[in-house]
């Protein structure tokens, strides 16, 4: 008789450190994401009252991979719309389908990455990954520039005016423009 290999055991103490039974020593939730990453399955309880809490660890991977610049498989769209189907009728359709269509998209990952490889050449896909990988570093820089916040403005000394402070808020954002013009015109001759 095949025997199923039972799911490691995680404990999570109040201190919110996560406890791997089976090698005894402390995980991290990068370290539990590389074991779901290799197929490895855990169950994770809290250790004071032994209330599973899996699926809440598996939501806090999921937000902690989605903050990781660049690393985004959720848009917006669909984040907004998986928030409308709570509480609405359809609610208890959606973990099926969405779990038939991740098996699906699961079962033919590696049949797209062949079909890929094929079409473009190996150095080719390698090629538009990376160049894929450029533009999500070069918008995410270019947005980081119109944010308001994007960099730290300087202590205010006691002696600078008001009217000295605004000038070189001014000459800053002048820079940052011309930085941004010349890593446009830069990129447009690639």
């Given at each position: 008789m095949a025997t199923e290999k039972q799911p490691t055991i995680?404990?999570?103490?109040?201190?919110?450190?996560?406890y791997h039974t089976g090698t005894?020593?402390?995980?991290?939730l990068e370290d539990l994401a590389g074991m779901v990453r290799e197929g490895e399955d855990f169950v994770v309880y809290d250790a004071k009252s032994g209330?599973?809490?899996t699926r809440s660890v598996l939501t806090q991977i999921i937000f902690e991979q989605e903050n990781k610049e660049g690393q985004n498989l959720l848009p917006v769209t669909v984040l907004r719309q998986l928030i409308r189907f709570y509480g609405d009728s359809l609610q208890s359709l959606v973990p099926s389908y969405l779990e038939f269509s991740m098996n699906n998209l699961s079962q033919e990952q590696q049949k797209l990455r062949e079909q890929m490889t094929q079409a473009f050449g190996p150095s080719?896909?390698?090629?538009?990954?990376?160049?894929?990988?450029k533009n999500m570093t070069f918008f995410t820089?270019?947005?980081s520039m119109f944010s308001p916040f994007a960099q730290p403005k300087p202590a205010a000394d006691a002696k600078t005016e008001p009217?000295?402070?605004?000038?070189?808020d001014i000459e800053a954002l002048k820079r940052q423009m011309a930085d941004m013009q010349a890593k446009l015109d830069k990129l447009a001759r690639q």
């Amino acid at each position: 008789m095949a025997t199923e290999k039972q799911p490691t055991i995680i404990k999570k103490y109040a201190n919110r450190r996560l406890y791997h039974t089976g090698t005894s020593t402390y995980v991290t939730l990068e370290d539990l994401a590389g074991m779901v990453r290799e197929g490895e399955d855990f169950v994770v309880y809290d250790a004071k009252s032994g209330e599973d809490i899996t699926r809440s660890v598996l939501t806090q991977i999921i937000f902690e991979q989605e903050n990781k610049e660049g690393q985004n498989l959720l848009p917006v769209t669909v984040l907004r719309q998986l928030i409308r189907f709570y509480g609405d009728s359809l609610q208890s359709l959606v973990p099926s389908y969405l779990e038939f269509s991740m098996n699906n998209l699961s079962q033919e990952q590696q049949k797209l990455r062949e079909q890929m490889t094929q079409a473009f050449g190996p150095s080719a896909f390698q090629a538009m990954e990376e160049q894929v990988r450029k533009n999500m570093t070069f918008f995410t820089e270019a947005m980081s520039m119109f944010s308001p916040f994007a960099q730290p403005k300087p202590a205010a000394d006691a002696k600078t005016e008001p009217k000295e402070e605004a000038s070189n808020d001014i000459e800053a954002l002048k820079r940052q423009m011309a930085d941004m013009q010349a890593k446009l015109d830069k990129l447009a001759r690639q």
